[in-house]
């Protein structure tokens, strides 16, 4: 095996890494939307399994930051550096409990955010307020800048068409913050899984050239 690798061409053991990678993703990515599917309550396994999967994020994002303890007294679960402007977006992970996001007010007509919503984007807002004002100390001491930090909490299901719609209006109204379900991020892990599949597919992986949109970039 070792004599064969070292004779095959480059595209051969590029497509060969990506093959392996392939695999091992997609047997990882059945557990993930096991959990889901399954509506686990537990808040540590989903920030387990992401914290060991980044990939799951797509492309969007180039690197999962080590360190957590960003503001004070507050622990995050994830800090990513995004892949086009290198700018830093936090993520808040929450389960996806059977529950729903939005509540109807049938004397308006109108959704507005659950407790648990309104609970975890509370959160997230503390979290910028707290980052932003110990801006000059995380320059100075970790050479990160966090200037206009952004941030994402991943929580809940789809819902009905009417939730959807209601979160759609939601995330328009936020300022450098944005809701995702799970069932959301499961469509983001599925079409980098379908990314890998085309890269095999192309034989040596694809050149990845300019345009590629897949290359190296998946947080591994």
Same mark, same amino acid.
């Given at each position: 095996?070792?004599?064969?690798?070292?004779?095959?061409?480059?595209?051969?053991?590029?497509?060969?890494? %990506?093959?392996?990678?392939? %695999?091992?993703?997609?047997?990882?990515?059945?557990?993930?939307?096991?959990?889901?599917?399954?509506?686990? *309550?537990?808040?540590?396994?989903?920030?387990?399994?992401?914290?060991?999967?980044?990939?799951?994020?797509?492309?969007?994002?180039?690197?999962?930051?080590?360190?957590?303890?960003?503001?004070?007294?507050?622990?995050?679960?994830?800090?990513?550096?995004?892949?086009?402007?290198?700018?830093?977006?936090?993520?808040?992970?929450?389960?996806?409990?059977?529950?729903?996001?939005?509540?109807?007010? *049938?004397?308006?007509?109108?959704?507005? *955010?659950?407790?648990?919503?309104?609970?975890?984007?509370?959160?997230?807002?503390?979290?910028?307020?707290?980052?932003?004002?110990?801006?000059?100390?995380?320059?100075?001491?970790?050479?990160?800048?966090?200037?206009?930090?952004?941030?994402?909490?991943?929580?809940?299901?789809?819902?009905?068409?009417?939730?959807?719609?209601?979160?759609?209006?939601?995330?328009?109204?936020?300022?450098?913050?944005?809701?995702?379900?799970?069932?959301?991020?499961?469509?983001?892990?599925?079409?980098?899984?379908?990314?890998?599949?085309?890269?095999?597919?192309? &034989?040596? &992986?694809? &050149?990845?050239?300019?345009?590629?949109?897949?290359?190296?970039? %998946?947080?591994?």
């Amino acid at each position: 095996m070792l004599s064969a690798l070292r004779t095959a061409s480059p595209g051969v053991i590029k497509n060969i890494g %990506i093959t392996a990678r392939y %695999i091992a993703y997609t047997e990882s990515f059945k557990l993930f939307c096991d959990l889901v599917d399954r509506s686990d *309550p537990d808040e540590h396994k989903f920030q387990k399994y992401l914290e060991e999967n980044p990939w799951v994020f797509g492309s969007e994002y180039s690197e999962l930051l080590d360190r957590r303890t960003w503001s004070r007294d507050e622990n995050l679960d994830f800090m990513l550096r995004r892949t086009v402007d290198r700018y830093l977006e936090i993520v808040e992970i929450k389960t996806p409990a059977v529950m729903s996001l939005f509540i109807h007010d *049938p004397s308006h007509d109108s959704y507005y *955010p659950s407790s648990k919503l309104s609970q975890a984007l509370g959160q997230v807002f503390r979290y910028i307020e707290e980052i932003e004002r110990r801006r000059d100390s995380i320059i100075a001491t970790d050479r990160v800048d966090p200037h206009k930090i952004r941030a994402r909490v991943i929580i809940g299901r789809d819902g009905d068409e009417r939730c959807q719609s209601a979160l759609r209006a939601l995330n328009s109204h936020l300022h450098r913050v944005e809701v995702l379900t799970f069932d959301q991020l499961k469509r983001v892990g599925q079409r980098t899984l379908d990314m890998f599949k085309k890269r095999m597919q192309q &034989g040596d &992986g694809g &050149g990845g050239g300019e345009g590629d949109e897949f290359g190296d970039d %998946i947080p591994r």
